[in-house]
């Protein structure tokens, strides 16, 4: 399974970016997706997490009410719309896939991992 995420970019704070990921391969251990950043010096976190279905969702505290997490299963694509960005957003972000259905913030829990994209968030 190869994952490419896109849409990254710079943006003032206030702003909006789309992330995408799209998934390719061996398409159907592709079920639970997320996404996860990664600001310098710091650990990777928790962004948003999908289920299969699309129909559960889970989102980090920092992001909730802000980002927004959705999928196409059809194109095999999972998507982030982020609004209202700030300065503290500003991360590598990753998507990530799982076999399992179910929705997981626990980044071990991931077995395929996108190459990254950049968002940075001016203030």
């Known amino acids: 399974v190869q994952l490419q995420a896109s849409g990254g970019g710079s943006v003032q704070a206030g702003g909006s970016l789309r992330l995408s990921c799209a998934a390719s391969g061996r398409t159907f251990s592709v079920n639970g997706m997320g996404w996860f950043r990664q600001a310098p010096g710091k650990e990777r976190e928790f962004v948003a997490a999908i289920s299969k279905s699309g129909s559960s969702t889970d989102y980090a505290d920092s992001v909730k009410g802000r980002f927004t997490i959705s999928r196409d299963n059809a194109k095999n694509t999972v998507y982030l719309q982020m609004n209202s960005l700030k300065p503290e957003d500003t991360a590598v972000y990753y998507c990530?896939?799982?076999?399992?259905?179910?929705?997981?913030?626990?980044?071990?829990?991931?077995?395929?991992w996108g190459q990254g994209t950049l968002v940075t968030v001016s203030s």
């Open positions: 990530a896939a799982r076999f399992s259905v179910l929705v997981s913030s626990t980044d071990k829990e991931y077995g395929y």
